[in-house]
């Protein structure tokens, strides 16, 4: 969903730095031959994410759901060339093209990839991370907050993807379904967790952010 009046999302990529020719093949190879290709991040959230990054010069970044890997590319041009991307997705049949474009985008010295469950995986990478994309299923967003809280650094930052959820998570539904929930917990649940801070920033499908204070 655009919560943005169409001209006015132009007008935003238009005053973007263009994004770079790997990441606009990706695209279009993800709108070819991927199912549900609307996940990927896109021009305007990537540059974002780059922009973070950058601002955040963290050494060490974990994302959850890499999918094509528009995400985790953008993350990694922001990083320095001796930090590192960790990001994991579950569907092995996108690793082979992950790979492929994180090749393609120059980037394959920074970034590490896994495929396999997050819930499995993370307790496996013995890293202190100093920024975190949760950006996988809706369901498990809050107990990967919970799994990775502790192997974040303080003054680390946690990202959020989509938890405006299309806008969902103000309709009055007596009975949310199950996503619409988790994203609505998840939400709740860091706003009133004392050990961050956070903004939840309305690009997209909505950034949350927040930055551990302990
Ligand atoms: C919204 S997409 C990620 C989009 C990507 N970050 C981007 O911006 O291009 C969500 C991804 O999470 C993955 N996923 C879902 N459940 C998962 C799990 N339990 N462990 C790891 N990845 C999972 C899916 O396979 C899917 O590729």
Not at 44 to 55: A, E, I, P, Y
Not at 74 to 95: F, V
Not at 200 to 210: E, K, T
């Amino acid at each position: 969903m655009e919560f943005l009046p169409e001209a006015l999302e132009t007008y935003i990529e238009n005053h973007t730095t263009p994004e770079p020719e790997v990441l606009k093949k990706l695209n279009r190879e993800t709108y070819a031959h991927v199912i549900m290709p609307r996940m990927l991040s896109g021009h305007l959230q990537g540059k974002f994410l780059k922009m973070l990054t950058t601002m955040i010069q963290p050494k060490q970044v974990l994302e959850i759901g890499t999918f094509t890997g528009y995400s985790g590319i953008s993350i990694a041009e922001g990083l320095g060339e001796d930090c590192t991307l960790h990001t994991i997705d579950i569907n092995e049949e996108l690793t082979g093209m992950v790979k492929q474009y994180v090749q393609e985008s120059g980037q394959e010295k920074k970034v590490k990839i896994y495929t396999g469950d997050a819930l499995q995986i993370i307790p496996t990478i013995d890293v202190v991370f100093d920024m975190v994309f949760i950006d996988a299923d809706k369901k498990n967003y809050s107990n990967y907050y919970d799994m990775f809280f502790d192997k974040v650094s303080k003054g680390g930052y946690i990202l959020a993807d989509n938890v405006l959820w299309s806008g969902k998570v103000v309709e009055k539904s007596a009975k949310p379904d199950t996503d619409t929930k988790s994203i609505l917990e998840f939400n709740d649940k860091i706003t009133n967790d004392p050990r961050v801070e956070n903004v939840l920033v309305p690009i997209r499908d909505g950034i949350m952010i927040a930055r551990k204070l302990v």
